[in-house]
């Protein structure tokens, strides 16, 4: 975080958030901030859980490229603007990055003074090779204690009989295919089901498609 707020200096922005989702549990992805937002802000937005509806979110989720905040991207959400401009979050620029199971979203915002087309074009090469390094900082010291399923190491053979789980053969089949018995399929099952803490095939197949393990 210090040396975000670094950056954040050297382009004049008074706060800067990095928010991580990693894409599972599928119904209910959470996103965890860390910023120095006025501490009332960061308290209503955890609580309302605001990151569910944040329009930014969304958007930056969504592009590959740089957004600057407009109350464009606020057309239905009135109330949730208007209280984050209360609070003097109000004029801001997101990058967003995607990688191993897990979204990374880098945001720079003041309370005055909009961002301009040209302003944007000198920060924006800075913007995104600043959110890959917070990103990479986080697979790397974060992830691998909270979500240690992310970093399973599968056996080629468990990748074979998942791939095929994927893509909807059973047992019997697999077992066919691999020129294995069935038995041998299931062990293998049971064993990928412990590394990646799931209890069924479609939870396993999911989790391992999120993370990129097969």
């Not at 382009?11 to 119904?27: Q, S």
């Not at 969304?58 to 407009?70: K, V």
Request: aromatic share 12%; glycine share 4%.
């Amino acid at each position: 975080m210090v040396s975000l707020l670094e950056t954040r200096d050297i382009f004049e922005f008074e706060f800067v958030a990095f928010g991580t989702r990693v894409h599972l549990p599928v119904t209910s992805p959470k996103l965890d901030i860390i910023s120095n937002y006025p501490p009332e802000w960061q308290l209503c937005y955890q609580q309302n859980r605001y990151d569910a509806v944040d329009p930014i979110v969304s958007s930056a989720l969504s592009s590959s490229t740089p957004i600057i905040w407009s109350s464009d991207l606020y057309p239905t959400k009135g109330s949730f603007w208007e209280e984050a401009q209360s609070h003097g979050v109000s004029y801001g620029c997101s990058q967003s990055i995607d990688s191993g199971g897990a979204s990374g979203i880098l945001s720079f915002s003041r309370s005055s003074e909009p961002i301009s087309y040209s302003e944007m074009l000198t920060i924006q090469s800075h913007l995104v090779a600043i959110t890959h390094y917070a990103h990479t900082k986080f697979c790397q010291f974060v992830a691998p204690s909270r979500f240690p399923e992310m970093f399973a190491r599968l056996t080629t053979r468990e990748k074979d009989v998942l791939r095929w789980c994927a893509d909807g053969k059973t047992s019997h089949e697999i077992s066919i295919i691999l020129r294995i018995s069935e038995r041998t399929v299931n062990f293998h099952l049971n064993n990928i089901f412990e590394k990646l803490n799931v209890t069924n095939k479609t939870a396993a197949c999911v989790k391992a498609v999120n993370y990129r393990l097969i």
